[in-house]
């Protein structure tokens, strides 16, 4: 029982390449170890060898709840994300100030909702298997195929979560979290998305000045990019979050068998 050793880039070296689409690359890989896991939970030997670690399997339970949790509040965020870039984009074409700055509020409001994700999910896996009990080969790889998948959970997500709160959020308070996340000595995933960084509350503000015809025209076309990337990170978290359903749902299964 193997399921391939998960790497997610950080490309410290090169924050152009810190995009939607290398967001969307790691939750498709996260999708995939999911995945793999889904198979081994449903093998005869898997349920064999869990029936008899109650105590771990509860412990899985409270991990995969917290998970499906985190990802269904990141999922609510993100659908008043896309009506607020809705209301934005005719906002910016009226040049209408009042909706620009609630729009400008109501990011500065997710970031904070998404940075406490990141939080809430470096919490999760922090414990070991029992030391006392006995441990067979085979519970050892199984132990560690499941501890690999957890912790490749938990560094996409905090790509993802990082990834958007970080971009919306205020310098200061991006440079907080940075320096919380290395004081933690935790995974660290950091960084903003290009698409979510490229629409600065700079620019945004500066077009409620009337004659920013050209401007306008490029704050909009980059906000049409973003609600692209939007749909492509909704699409993919939403497998994620499903793939995350399921693996709760097969370790509840052994659990109660």
């Known amino acids: 029982m193997q399921i391939t050793p998960f790497d997610f880039p950080t490309q410290r070296g090169n924050p152009d390449n810190r995009t939607s689409a290398w967001l969307c690359d790691g939750l498709s890989r996260l999708k995939v170890a999911q995945d793999s896991l889904h198979d081994i939970l449903q093998l005869p030997q898997t349920q064999e060898l869990l029936s008899h670690k109650r105590e771990w399997v509860e412990k899985l339970l409270e991990d995969f709840l917290r998970f499906v949790n985190v990802y269904g509040i990141f999922q609510t965020s993100f659908l008043s994300l896309k009506e607020e870039q809705l209301a934005a984009k005719v ?90 996340s290395k004081k933690a000595n935790k995974v660290e995933v950091e960084g903003s998305i290009k698409e979510f960084e490229q629409i600065g509350e700079a620019n945004v503000w500066g077009l409620k000045r009337k004659g920013d015809d050209e401007q306008v025209k490029m704050v909009l076309k980059r906000m049409q990019d973003l609600d692209r990337s939007i749909a492509d990170i909704e699409s993919d978290s939403d497998k994620a979050f499903r793939s995350l359903i399921k693996a709760r749902f097969l370790l509840l299964n052994i659990l109660t068998k």
């Open 91 to 180: 906002a910016l074409r009226r040049k209408d100030g009042s909706r620009i700055a609630i729009y400008l509020k109501s990011r500065k409001k997710l970031a904070k909702e998404i940075a406490k994700l990141v939080f809430s999910i470096r919490c999760i896996g922090r414990y070991s298997f029992p030391a006392s009990a006995k441990v067979s080969i085979a519970d050892t790889e199984l132990i560690g195929v499941i501890n690999d998948v957890i912790q490749v959970t938990v560094s996409v997500s905090v790509g993802l979560f990082n990834g958007i709160s970080m971009a919306f959020a205020s310098k200061k308070s991006s440079w907080i979290k940075l320096a919380l």
